[in-house]
T-cell receptor, first 115, second 114 residues
Framework: DTGVSQDPRHKITKRGQNVTFRCDPI?????LYWYRQTLGQGPEFLTY????????KSRLLSDRFSAERPKGSFSTLEIQRTEQGDSAMYLC?????????????FGPGTRLTVL | DQQVKQNSPSLSVQEGRISILNCDYT??????FLWYKKYPAEGPTFLIS?????DKNEDGRFTVFLNKSAKHLSLHIVPSQPGDSAVYFC?????????????FGKGTHLIIQP
């Protein structure tokens, strides 16, 4: 399968714990995006990378959230001191440069439940 | 403030008939609008897009119409098929400034009835 993959698919944690999610984009896609989706809402943009550079961060990305893409391939999203309001589906997407319509290819998501 | 509005949370259409999904927006600074389709337990998949300089784009059974004066776009699916049952999101891609994240509406759940 050559699509975007995310790991884990599900994560249950207790409030106050740290969690880390991984995203593997489609090979050779140099742009990588993180979104968050809560019940009844559409995906909300969090941040994006071009290669290893983090170029844009949403105001939704509080200081408890950090994202990295150290080698310009896979990316990790860490949430520190999780809160119940962090419960959501975390989606990763990727695309190559040059798609002028900004078509992004999404992974299946990681569903986070904070107890 | 919600910049992309999909005012119908759900829509039920009979198989073979036309499905029309609507989207209103407030920000005129966009390059493209995109439609995504989402099945349960899967990520959204791209369906069709339209450039800000066009008023129509067609791809097989799917046609998107853009009315810039009304700040409204619609997705037409004809004929509707059972596999079209899913949640549909419209999203816009902002123009310029290095902004690259998509802004999504809340989605419309389309149900195709046999």
């Amino acid at each position: 399968d050559t699509g975007v993959s995310q790991d884990p698919r599900h994560k249950i944690t207790k409030r106050g714990q740290n969690v880390t999610f991984r995203c593997d984009p489609i090979s050779e896609h140099n742009r990588l995006y993180w979104y968050r989706q809560t019940l009844g809402q559409g995906p909300e943009f969090l941040t994006y990378f071009q290669n290893e550079a983090q170029l844009e961060k949403s105001r939704l990305l509080s200081d408890r959230f950090s994202a990295e893409r150290p080698k310009g391939s896979f990316s990790t999203l860490e949430i520190q001191r999780t809160e119940q309001g962090d419960s959501a589906m975390y989606l990763c997407a990727s695309r190559p440069s040059g798609h002028e319509n900004n078509e992004q290819f999404f992974g299946p998501g990681t569903r986070l439940t904070v107890l | 403030d919600q910049q992309v509005k999909q005012n119908s949370p759900s829509l039920s259409v009979q198989e073979g008939r036309i499905s029309i999904l609507n989207c209103d927006y407030t920000n005129s600074m966009f390059d493209y609008f995109l439609w995504y389709k989402k099945y349960p337990a899967e990520g959204p998949t791209f369906l069709i897009s339209i450039s800000s300089i066009k008023d129509k784009n067609e791809d097989g059974r799917f046609t998107v119409f853009l009315n810039k004066s009304a700040k409204h776009l619609s997705l037409h699916i004809v004929p509707s098929q059972p596999g079209d049952s899913a949640v549909y999101f419209c999203a816009y891609s902002r123009a310029g400034g290095g902004a690259d994240g998509l802004t999504f509406g809340k989605g419309t759940h389309l149900i195709i009835q046999p």
